[in-house]
């Protein structure tokens, strides 16, 4: 992904000392599959008045950890940790990235003092994108002045939700984009069945889990899929798209930041 934009001088919530330094963990998926949502996250992010920073970053070792290689894992994660200690916060349009920075890194440094020490410190101002822009910056929804002429619903997806309290902080935000209604579907919080490693592993398993929530998702009658980590979001949009249906699938930072209209949804091709 390009690098973000760096030219915000304003500081956070009006504040009169500097500019607040955030260091975006833009993600493999971002990076790899949808650069809109890293540009989406930092063009919101600078809303605020902070200073957006994309340094030159890894994977945060997730697949690594959640495959028992914890060598390899501590080895990713202190990459990230040096790369992004300096920065007075980490935001991260993920949930399982984010999960895994703020949740997991210190208990892989669990008999490492030192190293523990400063996964700590990076975990404590790591945070996933809404929960920064709703809790942190405690941002205006209204202020964000987006629009969406439809219906969306929303999937709380698992690592955002069980391990970092995601959950009204997407919904806080999207009440401000104007003429949204928000549809919540049947199981809102139960898995996709993308899971990693897990939808390679248990194909069948993940198509049948994956399946259910597509069924809930059609059943609202929305026009719009939303989600705040691109993994589900992925695996969502394949299978609806299996199904012949013609719901879309965005993230939520790209309605948030008002770019629905710059790419394509997920999994659709230019001019679709």
Not at 69 to 89: L, P, S, W
Request: glycine share 10%; proline share 4%; aromatic share 6%.
């Amino acid at each position: 992904m390009a690098r973000a934009s760096e030219n915000s001088n304003k500081p956070a919530n009006g504040s009169s000392g500097p500019p607040t330094n955030v260091g975006l963990f833009a993600t493999c998926l971002v990076d790899l599959f949808r650069p809109t949502v890293g540009f989406a996250s930092a063009r919101l992010i600078e809303g605020t008045g902070c200073r957006v920073h994309v340094p030159e970053q890894t994977c945060c070792g997730q697949p690594a950890y959640n495959s028992g290689d914890r060598r390899h894992a501590q080895q990713i994660a202190r990459q990230v940790i040096e790369t992004f200690e300096g920065y007075d916060y980490v935001v991260v349009p993920s949930g399982s990235c984010g999960g895994m920075i703020a949740v997991h890194y210190p208990d892989l440094f669990a008999d490492d003092p030192e190293w523990n020490r400063r996964a700590r410190a990076l975990a404590a101002k790591t945070f996933e994108l809404t929960a920064f822009l709703a809790d942190v910056m405690k941002i205006d929804a209204k202020d964000l002045a987006a629009e969406y002429d439809g219906t969306a619903t929303y999937h709380d997806a698992c690592a955002g939700l069980r391990e970092l309290g995601v959950k009204d902080q997407p919904r806080e935000l999207l009440a401000g984009v104007d003429d949204l209604a928000l549809e919540e579907m049947a199981d809102t919080d139960a898995c996709c069945g993308f899971g990693g490693t897990f939808c390679v592993k248990y194909g069948e398993i993940s198509t049948d889990i994956v399946s259910r929530k597509t069924a809930n998702v059609v059943k609202t009658g929305a026009d719009l899929l939303l989600a705040g980590d691109l993994g589900c979001l992925l695996n969502i949009a394949g299978r609806l798209k299996r199904e012949g249906s013609s719901v879309q699938v965005r993230h939520v930072a790209e309605v948030l930041a008002g770019m629905t209209d710059q790419t394509p949804a997920i999994g659709e091709a230019e001019g679709d």
